[in-house]
Each structure stands twice: as C-alpha cells, then as structure tokens.
T-cell receptor, first 111, second 110 residues
Framework: DAGITQSPRHKVTETGTPVTLRCHQT?????MYWYRQDPGHGLRLIHY???????DKGEVSDGYSVSRSKTEDFLLTLESATSSQTSVYFC??????????FGQGTRLTVV | EDQVTQSPEALRLQEGESSSLNCSYT??????LFWYRQDPGKGPEFLFT???AGEEKEKERLKATLTKKESFLHITAPKPEDSATYLC???????????FGTGTRLKVLA
C-alpha cells in the first residue's frame, strides 16, 4: 500500500453536515490525489496536489475542497454533504512521472 | 479531452482459458499507460506501467502490451485467484493526472 493510510475507513453522516477525510502517507511522494469510485463511472478525480499548499481541481470537484499543509497529509472536505456524495473515496500518491499507489478507501454514506 | 475505454465490461472464463482485456485510449501525448488490479473492498493494486508503443511487461500469468491506440492485458491459463476488476489508466504529458477506465470485471471459474 506504499504507506498510505486513509481515515476513517467507514462513515455515515447526515445531509448538510461537513465531513473531512484524511489521507496520510509515509513515502514522501510529491503528488497526492483524491478519487471517488461509483458503479458505472469508475475512478473519477476530485482534486490533486503537486506540493504543499499547491492543489488543483479534477473532473468532479464541485462540493469538495482540499488542503495540504504538510507533505504527508492531504485532507478532503465535503462542506455540506449531499446524498450524491455517497461513494467510496480513494487517496493515491506518487512522484507524478510514474505509477500512483492507492490507499484502502473510505466508504462514505450520506443519509 | 483525454479518454480511456475498457472492454469487455465483464468476462467469465474457465480456469485455464486464456483471454485478453482491452484498453483504448485517446491521450494528447501519452506519458504512461498503467494497469491495476482491484479486489472487492480494497484499493487498486499497481501491476504494470507501459511508456511507448511496442513495449511489453510480464508478471506471472499476466502480460501487458501497448500500441499507439490500445493496450491489452493478456491472461494466460488463468486461475480462480485471478478473479478481480482490472483497471487501466493513462497520464498525458504536461499533466500529472491519471484518467481511469471503468474497468473489466474478471471471474475465473474452477
């Protein structure tokens, strides 16, 4: 797993509440990514980071924000959770020029 | 717009029955083509990276190949433990984003 830890692994939250997912890596990888995985859509990029405090949007960024204050941590925040954000969220890390490595995922249910 | 398409969506094989999975890509300046395996409830596990047309990589019963428009994952004499979803992803030059296909769900029957 290339030293990638996601927390929490499972979460149930109510519509309208804020939610923060955490990704922690021990590999000193420069690039970090947040994806969501839904049936029929595969893995879709939400946001990514190319360095501390350097982030950019992916294809499905609406309703999500991210922060990276340290190389090892990348946070994904849902400011006001909606049912459409029920999904499995994966963090990935890499050097950017080669393959990315994934965490075990966070299953988020918004009720 | 960069795009990755995988086929078939699902595949059932008998143990020992060889087959191939397809990944078609449309990328402006391919930087790399990646194959992953994903088991239920787990994150994708990296298998191969291919960088240029004609390149091949092998690992046990799996072999990945690359042309200018497609990549193939060949599975020779598969076993039930090869059952998983196989994902293909591309990365284009000038960006460090990985674009994934929707995957092929492989089931190998004993």
């Amino acid at each position: 797993d290339a030293g990638i830890t996601q927390s929490p692994r499972h979460k149930v939250t109510e519509t309208g509440t804020p939610v923060t997912l955490r990704c922690h890596q021990t590999e000193n990888h420069r690039y970090m990514y947040w994806y969501r995985q839904d049936p029929g859509h595969g893995l879709r990029l939400i946001h990514y980071s190319y360095g501390v405090k350097d982030t950019d949007k992916g294809e499905v960024s609406d309703g999500y924000s991210v922060s990276r204050s340290k190389t090892e941590d990348f946070l994904l925040t849902l400011e006001s959770a909606t049912s459409s954000q029920t999904s499995v969220y994966f963090c990935a890390t890499g050097f950017g020029s080669t393959e990315a490595f994934f965490g075990q995922g966070t299953r988020l249910t918004v009720v | 717009e960069d795009q990755v398409t995988q086929s078939p969506e699902a595949l059932r094989l008998q143990e020992g029955e060889s087959s191939s999975l397809n990944c078609s890509y449309t990328v402006s300046g391919l930087r790399g083509l990646f194959w992953y395996r994903q088991d239920p409830g787990k994150g994708p596990e990296f298998l191969f990276t291919l960088y240029s047309a004609g390149e091949e990589k092998e690992k046990e019963r799996l072999k990945a190949t690359l042309t200018k428009k497609e990549s193939f994952l060949h599975i020779t004499a598969p076993k039930p433990e090869d059952s998983a979803t196989y994902l293909c992803a591309s990365a284009s030059s000038g960006t460090y984003k990985y674009i994934f296909g929707t995957g092929t769900r492989l089931k190998v029957l004993a």
